[in-house]
């Protein structure tokens, strides 16, 4: 098992900064891919970031491209969503998964290829 735990979330104003956080503990050589998604209130689960574990390649969605972006720790098994000019349509419930290889973008957006997943954080960004 692999257990994710986020942290990092909170209220903000449009235009302002956060740092996500989750660190991943359990069976540590499982998965290949971690992720973040959200969810707004009413909306389905939606793709924001992945970067392969090993190497570092990553994907990101159109709606927050030049201003998140996802990172990790190895060593401290930890991974990163940073979150710069957020807007109002950024406020969320955000998840990080985790899951196998995943070599293409249409696939790292299916939250479905994702086998672990944390128990989320609530952005909230004030206009």
């Known amino acids: 098992q692999v257990q994710l735990v986020e942290s990092g979330g909170g209220l903000v104003q449009a235009g302002g900064s956060l740092r996500l956080s989750c660190a991943a503990s359990?069976?540590?050589?499982?998965?290949?891919?971690m992720a973040w998604f959200r969810q707004a209130p009413g909306k389905e689960r939606e793709f924001v970031a992945s970067?392969?574990?090993?190497?570092?390649?990553?994907y990101s969605a159109d709606s927050v491209k030049g201003r998140f972006t996802i990172s990790k720790d190895n060593a401290k098994n930890t991974l990163y969503l940073q979150m710069n000019s957020l807007k109002p349509e950024d406020t969320a419930v955000y998840f990080c998964?985790?899951?196998?290889?995943?070599?293409?973008?249409?696939?790292?957006?299916?939250?479905?290829?994702?086998?672990?997943w944390g128990q989320g954080t609530q952005v909230t960004v004030s206009s």
């Open positions: 998964a985790a899951g196998p290889l995943i070599s293409s973008y249409p696939v790292a957006r299916e939250a479905r290829r994702y086998d672990y």
């Open positions: 359990g069976r540590m050589f499982s998965w290949n891919t």
């Open positions: 970067i392969r574990w090993s190497g570092g390649f990553t």
